[in-house]
């Protein structure tokens, strides 16, 4: 065996003790890429669902406001049935009770339609307060999948430590949509 081939069995032994002391990191950017993965689609149906509240939410305002102006509308004739003159009395007090009739049922449905709305709303706000932290997950394990591949550049673990720690503060984020309301 020649010197020159030696020193490269040599060097390839090295090589390898190096390659498996970086086997932690390279599982922990493997999982950590997993995470960011799972925090992305979350935080897509996430927005999704925001966009889907906010949408219903739209939908019940507009029912809310049609119900109103036929309300108005409804007001406006009777008012306008009390000051003019008719020759069938009878059929304007009927007319007249029917639309008394139709405010009081309108009432109530503009109350129910105001308070779905609002609860919708608030949905729109849960699902948005949900979306914001897992973005901020997806960010915080992205950090830390970069900051530790720059330990297979570097051989220097520091940057591993310091990539978990990121991916950490990560997961805490994407945990922490547990305890939103």
Do not use: C
Request: zero cysteines; hydrophobic letters at 45%.
């Amino acid at each position: 065996m020649e010197a020159n081939e030696a020193q490269e069995l040599q060097e390839q032994a090295e090589h390898g003790s190096h390659e498996s002391s970086l086997r932690p990191v390279a599982f922990t950017m493997s999982v950590v890429a997993v995470l960011v993965a799972v925090t992305t689609v979350l935080g897509h149906r996430t927005h999704t669902e925001a966009v889907l509240n906010q949408n219903r939410a739209t939908d019940q305002w507009n029912e809310y406001q049609a119900h109103k102006i036929r309300s108005n509308d409804t007001a406006l004739v009777s008012d306008l049935l009390t000051v003019v003159t008719i020759a069938d009395k009878d059929a304007a007090q009927r007319i007249a009770k029917s639309y008394a009739d139709h405010q009081a049922k309108w009432a109530s449905e503009l109350t129910d339609d105001k308070e779905k709305a609002e609860a919708l709303e608030v949905k729109v706000e849960q699902a948005e307060a949900r979306a914001n932290r897992f973005d901020l997950s997806e960010a915080l394990l992205e950090i830390g999948l970069v900051i530790s591949s720059v330990t297979l550049l570097t051989r220097t673990r520091m940057y591993w430590y310091l990539g978990i720690v990121f991916s950490i503060a990560g997961i805490a984020s994407a945990a922490s949509v547990l305890f939103l309301k």
